[in-house]
């Protein structure tokens, strides 16, 4: 009797092991990148994600880099970035990248936000020198969820200079190497210990695109740096690869079913943070105090016209260091016009922080006409786009090769720029650094910072009006 009862008590545990083995498993993952520190839609955001843990207690909450620069609430507070990493601890994160910005303050300000983090960073491609005793970093981290086991590996893009999109005297004490070259050394190792495998990566969505097409045994790359929408369920070789715009506008909610320790489904989800109809209070309070703060609220002139590009604002930017050096040309990278829109209303301090965040230094240079052209061109590659001026305008036609052709710059007098003459000219110190152009003017510091000569523009302009202000003409 007693081995009747041992054979069937055998049999079931059998039979349970085997439905255990057939049941599938799931895994949810929220992610979000380039937050930029808007910390207003962080009570949304806080409700979003407690909404979702009741539904999937299990579920892993990632930011894909550039949590900082944005809002000068955050990014001018006496310890600057304090704020969004405490709200970040207190949404309850589990990891992020890094992000080009993180750098913004240097490492010595990256150093206080691991300190701060009560979440995990990962990054493979970069290392720093012992003497900086980073806390809190790691090429890769490994979770356990559900009985399952997840590794996500970090990474950051770099530049034709081998950076990220920094200024360079921010490096201090980082070093890094290409993402697709450091991947080998560690997904190996993840693949086979780990039921999942993602990267979590502020490269941009091509640049993961790419890597999905190179590496296919990543399960999914959470993706930033480009801003790039994902919409819908995209598959790159059997990865998948997604992406949730910026500024904490939309979180992906991503889906991985396996069973039998496979992946059998991959899907994700775009969900509105701003559309969310809840808040959660305690964050509320948060923001409120940090928000409390009369200095940002100083006006400082009256936008007459609304603006909905980049490009009008960037002409204020160079305008405003032009006039105010006695410059022939002003010129700003189009990387450092952090937003597009401004309504027809007063101007604060805090939007001035909030379209120049880095308030670098400007640094005057003597070109010749030649020169100005080849510094023109090469932000199309240094910067990713068309560089904004002052004291000129331009057209230009792109092959279908993707070269910059019939490049005609025309001066405020009408007249087409000489190409052996002399022109002063100034632009910001991340520019100077970065472009990548001949010219004999090492250029000299006016010691003042963009951010400086911004306010004693508008000092003299108490209203502005750059709402149909275009300088930049693309011809098909």
Known sequence: MKKRCLLVLTALAAMFLFASCEKEQKIYVVSTND????????????ALVDSLRTAHPDLLLFGAGDNRSGNPINDRYAEPAKPMYELMNKVGFDLSTFGNHEWDGGVIALRNVLTWAQFPFVCANVTFDDSLQMPNFKPY???????????VIGG??????????????NAGGSH???????????????REECDLVFLLSHCGYEEDRETAEQFPDLDAIFGGHSHTRVSETQLVNG???TQAEAKVKFVTLSTFTLKKGKVIDKKMELLSVKEFPKRNEEVQAMVDEYNDNDYFSTVVTTNTTPIDNYESLGCLMTDAIRYTTGADLGFQNPGGVRYDTLSARPVTLKDIFALDPFDNEIIAYTLSGEEVVNMMKSCFTSDHGPIYCSGCSY????SDEGEITDFKVTLDNGKPIDPSAKYNVVMNSYMSSTFDYEHEDEGHSTFRSSNELMLEYLA????????TTHRVTEVE
């Open 156 to 169: 950051i893009q770099l530049g034709e200079n081998g950076l990220p999109d920094f200024h360079p005297k």
């Open 35 to 46: 937050m930029h520190a808007n910390i207003d839609n962080f009570p949304q955001l806080a």
């Open 460 to 467: 003299s302009h108490p209203e502005i009006d750059y709402g």
């Open 395 to 398: 057209k230009f036609k792109v």
């Open 176 to 190: 890094f190497r290409p993402l697709a070259e450091v991947l080998p050394e560690y997904l190996p190792k993840l």
């Open 239 to 241: 990865v998948l690869v």
């Open 141 to 151: 981290e490994v979770f356990e969820r559900n009985g399952l086991k997840i590794g």
